[in-house]
Structure formats: C-alpha cells, structure tokens
C-alpha cells in the first residue's frame, strides 16, 4: 500500500495533538484507527470525520498502560497491513516534583509514555520492514532535552522517545521505513489541567493546530527530528554535531586524566 493511500493509526486520538493528527490526515484522505480511553470523545471524533471527508474511520478504545488493552493494539498494528503510518502520540505527566509523585504515578508516566510507545513501535516495525514501507512518529517534547524544567520523570520519558527514534532512524531508515520524533514545548492541550495548572497563566504556549501542522511539514520533507517551536534550526544541528564530537573519545582503556590523578593523589 502506497503511503499515499495508507491509513494511520493515532494513540491518545481522543482530544489535543492525537485529535488534530486526525483531523489532518482525514483531510488528506487517510483512513484512521483512532486509539484512545475516551470511547465517546473518539465516536463523536470519529463521525465528524467520516462526514466531512468521506474516510473510513475505525474506533479502538484502550488504555495503554494495561496490559490486555496494549495487547490489542499491539495485534492491530502488526497484522493490519492497511495501516501504514503509528502515530504515537498517547502520554501523560504529573503534578509536583519527584518526591511528590510516588512510586505508582512514576510508573504509570512511564508505562504510557515509554513502555506503551516503545511496544507498539516493535510491533510495527518488522511488518512495516518487510513491506519495504512505513512511518512511526513519536511524540517527545523539548522537555526531554531540559532537566532544568524541573519535571524529571516526564522529560526522562521524552528523552526516551526522542533516543528511540534517533536510534531507530538510522537502523529501518535504510530498509525503507521513516521515523519522526515530534518536539513540542508548551502547547494548548488539556494535560495542564490534569497536572493541576491553568495553561492561561503560562507564557509561550503554542496552539495545537500550530504544533501539528507545523510537525506535518517536518514529516513531508522527512525529517528525523522535528521541533516547531525552535526559531534556528542551527542550534539543533549545533547541539547535535557537538554531541557527535564526543563519540570517537568514548573508547578508551583508561579513566580521563582529571580522574585518573585525583585517585593516585596521596592526598
């Protein structure tokens, strides 16, 4: 199936980034299986989009982060072979610090945003390798890239995200698979108000439709990483060449110096 022609799959569908994903690929003509909890939310979803742009639209309901529903999902994407685009777009964060959050939110966190994305992307890889054909586009976040925001398990996630489809760039690239990752910063959706924060208070926030749209250029020209809030892509490409400077110093047989003096300092 031509990626013209290919329907895609969208997690967390129901509302924010995952509705406007839908949204958009309806218009260019995709069939969808929309994957969220909100079974309602995706039904009323669902209708506006077969009226308005006459495409198939399929309803999954499921909560990632346990296992029987992943499963499901799972299942689908790697025997589907109409559906040609995974957009892994289901996440969450939490409210304060990590001392605040407890052992089970920090799970949960990463069971979706992580355990989840990482499933269904190994799910879908191998079909996809084997048609020769195929796009995954993983949701981070510019968090992932800043421990100073202070939100260490959320952005640990999206850090995550980020490696994984970087790592998976260079190795189903060649065999004829895209992958993206998706950059966002703040962004109007309705996340803040599950961590308990008014989005109205916070500066720089960009409209979802901005930030899909935006990220929707990124995928036609194919890029590997997208991030629609950053004015000069030359930062990225700086941040990322120094970060390739330091691999040939990696392999060596002894500690660094400034180390290996202080341990054999008497004092």
């Not at 926030?205 to 991030?227: H, K, N, S, Y």
Request: glycine letters at 8%; charged letters at 20%; a negative charge.
């Amino acid at each position: 199936m031509s990626a013209q022609q290919a329907a895609v799959l969208i997690t967390g569908a129901s509302s924010g980034i995952g509705a406007v994903y839908a949204d958009r690929f309806a218009k260019r003509g995709h069939d969808l299986v929309l994957v969220a909890r909100d079974q309602a939310r995706l039904e009323a979803l669902a209708a506006r989009l077969r009226e308005r742009d006459g495409v198939n639209v399929e309803v999954l309901r499921a909560d990632l982060t346990q296992r029987a529903d992943l499963l499901k999902v799972e299942k689908r994407v790697a025997e589907d072979s109409r559906i040609g685009v995974l957009v892994n777009n289901a996440g969450v964060a939490s409210a304060g610090g990590f001392l605040d959050q407890g052992v089970e939110e920090v799970t949960r966190v990463i069971d979706l945003n992580t355990t989840a994305l990482a499933r269904l992307a190994s799910a879908v890889a191998p079909r996809f390798v084997r048609e020769g054909q195929g796009a995954i586009v993983n949701i981070a976040s510019v968090v992932g890239l800043a421990p100073e925001f202070g939100m260490s398990v959320y952005g640990a996630t999206k850090a995550f995200a980020l490696f994984l489809s970087q790592g998976l760039h260079l190795e189903l690239g060649p065999k004829g698979v895209y992958v993206q990752a998706v950059l966002p910063a703040a962004t109007r959706t309705e996340i803040w108000s599950s961590v308990g924060k008014d989005v109205n208070t916070i500066e720089g926030v960009m409209e979802v439709d901005d930030l899909v749209d935006a990220a929707l250029v990124g995928f036609d020209r194919r890029e590997t990483v997208t991030i629609p809030p950053l004015p000069d892509v030359q930062q990225w490409h700086a941040f990322n060449q120094a970060r390739q400077a330091m691999l040939p110093n990696f392999a060596q047989s002894q500690a660094a110096a400034r180390y290996r003096e202080a341990a054999h300092d008497p004092k």
